[in-house]
């Protein structure tokens, strides 16, 4: 059974830093491409960064600088390192698992207040 865990969301101010974290079984997990996205409430899930098995990464625009996406292996865990927190990057965020299927997180809350 796959299973994909995020954690790591809360409240933070605006300025402040958070780390997520996409725990994931049941999948040969270096194989697999990682990508964060998010979904504000009314809005659509948009993608925020992903990472290839290989290790390279892509970001959206609108975190370039401010987000760092990484993965341990040898943990089935990739990270989400956000700094520099906006209003704007309240979301619920959820991370999918690429390679011969999809499969996707439930997702964790977060909430920056200004």
């Known amino acids: 059974q796959v299973q994909l865990v995020e954690s790591g969301g809360g409240l933070v101010q605006a300025g402040g830093s958070l780390r997520l974290s996409c725990a994931a079984s049941?999948?040969?997990?270096?194989?697999?491409?990682i990508s964060w996205y998010r979904q504000a409430p009314g809005k659509q899930r948009d993608l925020v960064a992903v990472?290839?098995?290989?290790?390279?990464?892509n970001y959206v625009d609108s975190v370039k600088g401010r987000f760092t996406i990484s993965r341990d292996n040898t943990k089935n865990t990739v990270y989400l390192q956000m700094n520099s927190l906006k209003p704007e990057d309240t979301a619920v965020y959820l991370c999918k698992a690429v390679y011969d299927s999809n499969y996707w997180g439930q997702g964790t809350q977060v909430t920056v207040s200004s």
């Open positions: 990472i290839t098995g290989g290790g390279s990464t």
């Open positions: 049941g999948i040969i997990f270096s194989r697999y491409a």
